[in-house]
């Protein structure tokens, strides 16, 4: 049977706003941190998966998916509203990990649990005239950013600790910019992710088992802690993996940091895992930008080549909201092979009309919202496998 067409009058308004959010400018490096104008991009992800990603025949699924757009544009439009109200100065100091308040997630306790899980978000922030770096001080964001965190926070925390700070993360407006323009805003987010991860290591770890993860711009932010940090062997012997999924990984980047080590099975350990899903025809994207490569593996058959996994192998694609309950779950959604050219993930069994890219800076076919939906219940379980192997459970 032939999947319904799930696009509604609030999805349109919503990836109208979100395209406007992306004509924002702005201020030279030293506004890094000046006020907001919050366009409210749900994650990256919950503006398109609530709304499309419903099975076949579930009609109340998709009248909630329709109520969960219409409460975004609704939460679009009033944060729009209060940012024209706010003004914080572009030298807004940097976040204090010691108070709890600048945590999304601190779960100190539940010491019996076998690992940790330091969690980067994605980006919720669509940037403005005057900042292209979200500011702490903005609760409409911040809620947010809680938010896109539940949509993937089960994920992982099934057996371990979950910790996830605020940080000063860039909007998607800087995704617009030329690369190297780009950075020093990503600098100011990464400075905040820094502090955090060694303020977490200082005070809260205590010898645990780590695991990294991120999704989109929070992959990026972990890449950048192990090119930073994971060097020293007291912290990579502490390492479980790294989950650094909708973000690229070249040969570049492993020959210049060794201690990038790539999985290449379902249960070793101390190694990064990566993919970014794209339909079959796609040659370019924001990240895999066409005459690159990128380092992958499939969360169906855990392989490294072309190998085809069949969407049998899919344990359950599963769409969640911002409580994280899973709204859908849709076993054997699709399966998925890596292209030998790009490294990119391709996915076979789904169209870009039941599953558009969402937002302006990507084209249809770019399944990025989804890399976590797709493959949530494999991940889920290759998070437990891991630790497992690395716990000798």
Same mark, same amino acid.
């Given at each position: 049977?032939?999947?319904?067409?799930?696009?509604?009058?609030?999805?349109?308004?919503?990836?109208?706003?979100?395209?406007?959010?992306?004509?924002?400018?702005?201020?030279?490096?030293?506004?890094?941190?000046? #006020?907001?104008?919050?366009?409210?991009?749900?994650?990256?992800?919950?503006?398109?998966?609530?709304?499309?990603?419903?099975?076949?025949?579930?009609?109340?699924?998709?009248?909630?998916?329709?109520?969960?757009?219409?409460?975004?544009?609704?939460?679009?439009?009033?944060?729009?509203?209060?940012?024209?109200?706010?003004?914080?100065?572009?030298?807004?100091?940097?976040?204090?990990?010691?108070?709890?308040?600048n945590w999304a997630y601190l779960e100190t306790e539940d010491t019996e649990k076998a690992a940790d899980v330091f969690f980067i978000c994605p980006s919720v922030y669509g940037g403005s005239d005057d900042a292209c770096n979200m500011s702490l001080?903005?609760?409409?964001?911040?809620?947010?950013?809680?938010?896109?965190?539940?949509?993937?926070?089960?994920?992982?925390? #099934?057996?371990?600790?979950?910790?996830?700070?605020?940080?000063?993360?860039?909007?998607?407006?800087?995704?617009?910019?030329?690369?190297?323009?780009?950075?020093?805003?990503?600098?100011?987010?990464?400075?905040?992710? =820094?502090?955090?991860?060694?303020?977490?290591?200082?005070?809260?770890?205590?010898? =645990?088992?780590?695991?990294?993860?991120?999704?989109?711009?929070?992959?990026?932010?972990?890449?950048?802690?192990?090119?930073?940090?994971?060097?020293?062997?007291?912290?990579?012997?502490?390492?479980?993996?790294?989950?650094?999924?909708?973000?690229?990984?070249?040969?570049?980047?492993?020959?210049?940091?060794?201690?990038?080590?790539?999985?290449?099975?379902?249960?070793?350990?101390?190694?990064?895992?990566?993919?970014?899903?794209?339909?079959?025809?796609?040659?370019?994207?924001?990240?895999?930008?066409?005459?690159?490569?990128?380092?992958?593996?499939?969360?169906?058959?855990?392989?490294?080549?072309?190998?085809?996994?069949?969407?049998?192998?899919?344990?359950?694609?599963?769409?969640?909201?911002?409580?994280?309950?899973?709204?859908?779950?849709?076993?054997?959604?699709?399966?998925?092979?890596?292209?030998?050219?790009?490294?990119?993930?391709?996915?076979?069994?789904?169209?870009?009309?039941?599953?558009?890219?969402?937002?302006?800076?990507?084209?249809?076919?770019?399944?990025?919202?989804?890399?976590?939906?797709?493959?949530?219940?494999?991940?889920?379980?290759?998070?437990?496998?891991?630790?497992?192997?690395?716990?000798?459970?």
């Amino acid at each position: 049977m032939k999947r319904r067409n799930q696009h509604s009058l609030p999805y349109f308004l919503l990836a109208l706003l979100l395209s406007l959010s992306l004509f924002a400018g702005c201020s030279p490096a030293a506004g890094n941190t000046a #006020a907001t104008t919050e366009a409210s991009v749900e994650a990256e992800t919950e503006s398109v998966t609530s709304e499309t990603s419903v099975s076949e025949t579930d009609e109340s699924d998709t009248a909630a998916s329709e109520t969960a757009a219409t409460e975004t544009v609704s939460e679009t439009e009033t944060a729009q509203t209060d940012a024209s109200e706010t003004d914080v100065a572009s030298s807004e100091a940097a976040p204090d990990y010691s108070d709890a308040v600048n945590w999304a997630y601190l779960e100190t306790e539940d010491t019996e649990k076998a690992a940790d899980v330091f969690f980067i978000c994605p980006s919720v922030y669509g940037g403005s005239d005057d900042a292209c770096n979200m500011s702490l001080s903005d609760m409409d964001t911040k809620e947010s950013f809680v938010g896109a965190i539940n949509m993937e926070k089960g994920i992982y925390d #099934a057996d371990s600790r979950f910790f996830a700070p605020y940080y000063r993360q860039i909007g998607l407006n800087v995704y617009e910019m030329p690369e190297a323009d780009r950075e020093p805003y990503l600098e100011t987010a990464y400075a905040d992710v =820094r502090d955090a991860f060694l303020y977490y290591m200082e005070n809260y770890n205590e010898g =645990r088992p780590i695991v990294l993860a991120g999704f989109s711009q929070g992959a990026d932010m972990c890449l950048r802690l192990m090119k930073d940090l994971f060097d020293d062997e007291a912290l990579a012997d502490q390492h479980v993996a790294c989950y650094a999924i909708g973000w690229r990984i070249t040969e570049e980047d492993v020959a210049e940091y060794p201690q990038l080590k790539m999985a290449t099975g379902e249960n070793d350990t101390g190694v990064i895992v990566s993919f970014n899903s794209e339909a079959e025809d796609v040659t370019d994207s924001l990240m895999i930008p066409e005459g690159t490569k990128t380092f992958a593996i499939n969360p169906l058959n855990w392989k490294t080549d072309s190998t085809p996994a069949d969407k049998s192998l899919n344990l359950g694609a599963c769409f969640t909201d911002y409580s994280g309950e899973i709204t859908s779950e849709i076993p054997q959604l699709t399966g998925a092979y890596i292209d030998e050219t790009r490294g990119a993930l391709k996915v076979p069994d789904v169209s870009p009309e039941d599953y558009p890219a969402g937002l302006s800076i990507f084209t249809d076919g770019i399944y990025h919202l989804y890399d976590y939906q797709f493959f949530y219940r494999n991940l889920q379980e290759n998070v437990q496998t891991r630790i497992d192997a690395f716990t000798g459970a």
